[in-house]
């Protein structure tokens, strides 16, 4: 479908007549406005995106390249071919293979207060413990430089990283940037210092005893040691039995293992835009998850509010000028390929991908609205909040990208975002608390609105 011009250009009159977005006209004011109205109605109403998070997240976990993704694959190809998307494809990806095995426990080993087992999980790639487990005393440290400055104390022993997210952080994920290190290079400074093993704890403001998994690293040349997660209550008591009892022991076995790479898949549908259809608006989430939950939030929410905002659109009997297409990647967790690939594929050649939005923060009301590409394109897009507004976007400012569509920034391609509220994300966030009864089907619903609403216009009006 598309707008007339004239339309568009007295639409921005009244925005910049305006005092401040606050006080946008009423969304019905607008062609564009009564659109999105009719696409939010109808969103609430079927709360399409929750009940297809139901039938993803009914399929268990989707770790990388294991038989849960392949499953998630082809539940997902199909719906996209049900809902009568175009040009619905797989794209191939070679991904690793890792699998927890079936023991993962520790305990606490004090000569004071006795045995106590503690919550823990192996991080993600980590190789497994010796068959007998690893039995050591703890070096406790917070930081990389304290580790460091300790010097041959770590020698021996199963390094602590207990740094916790900082909870004077009102956006979560900045919480998380600056504590994540511990999880993804514990095990190499750990080695370097001469441990024995990591034991790392887990990425939650919260204080529970599920311990939250998630990729860690090796590098060459650096001996390679079994990495696992702790709880927050774990590492909580771990920390106050080393008070009392500096010499306790702590006992961890694993047995995960790294298999052979595999061939997946990044799931593919689209709508054919009407007047330049190899310019493309790109909506993205990751179908891969973590295998301790059922990623409903990280990402099943995203990969359902992927195909809602298409399917929203296609009811509405929207044609937009450029292409909007949908895109589930696979990997996102265990190594990016699938975003790597996607933007490498010779299909590429014969498209220009315009902007990339991803969903991949969980599932929650959308609160604002990141955009990359400058000052022009913020511009542009920030007239466009009377539309948002009623979905809850109540800020749009310099942001947006993610690990799936990064690889399209070096094509000249405008990276998105829309935030959600975080301050649950890190409860669920890698470990078994993210299931569906985590989810709010409304939240979810207005986030894969905001998509919706946000693709249209970006398709109809360019940038
Ligand atoms: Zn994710």
């Not at 707008?3 to 606050?22: D, K, N, R, T, Y």
């Not at 190499?188 to 790392?200: F, P």
């Amino acid at each position: 479908m598309s707008w007339p011009s004239p339309f568009i250009c007295l639409f921005f009159l009244i925005q910049l007549a305006l005092p401040s977005a606050g006080d946008a006209p009423a969304a019905s004011e607008s062609e564009y406005g009564a659109l999105a109205d009719k696409i939010t109605r109808q969103g609430l109403t079927e709360s399409y995106a929750y009940n297809v998070l139901g039938r993803l997240t009914r399929l268990g976990p989707r770790l990388t390249g294991s038989p849960g993704a392949a499953a998630a694959v082809e539940l997902m190809r199909q719906e996209m071919t049900d809902l009568g998307l175009e040009n619905v494809q797989l794209e191939p990806t070679v991904v690793g293979r890792w699998v927890r095995g079936e023991v993962e426990e520790a305990r606490l080993i004090s000569s004071t207060i006795g045995t106590i087992p503690l919550s823990i999980c192996a991080l993600g790639g980590s190789i497994a413990t010796p068959e007998g487990g690893v039995r050591a005393q703890i070096l406790e440290v917070k930081s990389f430089q304290e580790l460091r400055a300790a010097g041959d104390k770590a020698r021996g022993k199963i390094v602590f990283f207990n740094r916790p997210m900082d909870p004077t952080r009102s956006n979560t994920f900045q919480a998380y940037g600056e504590a994540v290190e511990q999880r993804t290079r514990g095990a190499i400074e750990a080695a370097r210092a001469g441990g024995i093993a990591a034991l790392v704890r887990s990425l939650s403001l919260g204080e529970t005893d599920f311990p939250h998994t998630g990729l860690m690293q090796y590098i060459p040349g650096v001996e390679r040691l079994p990495s696992a997660a702790i709880s927050t209550l774990g590492a909580n008591l771990l920390s106050d039995s080393l008070q009392g009892d500096p010499g306790l022991v702590v006992y961890i076995k694993t047995s995960c293992a790294n298999l052979p790479s595999v061939t997946s898949y990044n799931v593919v549908g689209e709508l054919r835009g009407a007047a330049i259809p190899d310019e493309i608006v790109l909506l993205g989430a990751h179908l891969d998850s973590w295998d301790l939950g059922v990623g409903a939030h990280d990402d099943g929410a995203g990969c359902a509010q992927v195909i809602e905002a298409l399917r929203l659109l296609k009811l509405a009997g929207l044609r937009p000028k450029r292409t909007v297409r949908s895109i589930l990647f696979m990997d996102e967790e265990f190594g990016g390929t699938g975003g790597r690939d996607y933007a490498r594929s010779e299909r590429r050649k014969r498209e220009r991908h315009l902007a990339a939005l991803e969903s991949d923060r969980g599932g929650f009301l959308p609160i604002g609205l990141g955009v990359g590409g400058g000052e022009s394109v913020l511009r542009k897009i920030t007239a466009w909040q009377p539309f948002l507004l009623p979905l809850g976007i109540s800020w749009i400012k310099p942001g947006g990208g993610g690990v799936d569509i990064g690889p399209l920034a070096e094509s000249g391609t405008v990276l998105l975002g829309i935030v959600p509220d975080s301050q649950r994300y890190f409860d669920a966030h890698h470990c078994s608390q993210d299931v569906l009864s985590a989810i709010h089907p409304r939240e979810l619903e207005l986030g894969a609105i905001a998509m919706a609403v946000l693709a249209f216009l970006l398709a109809e009006e360019g940038l």
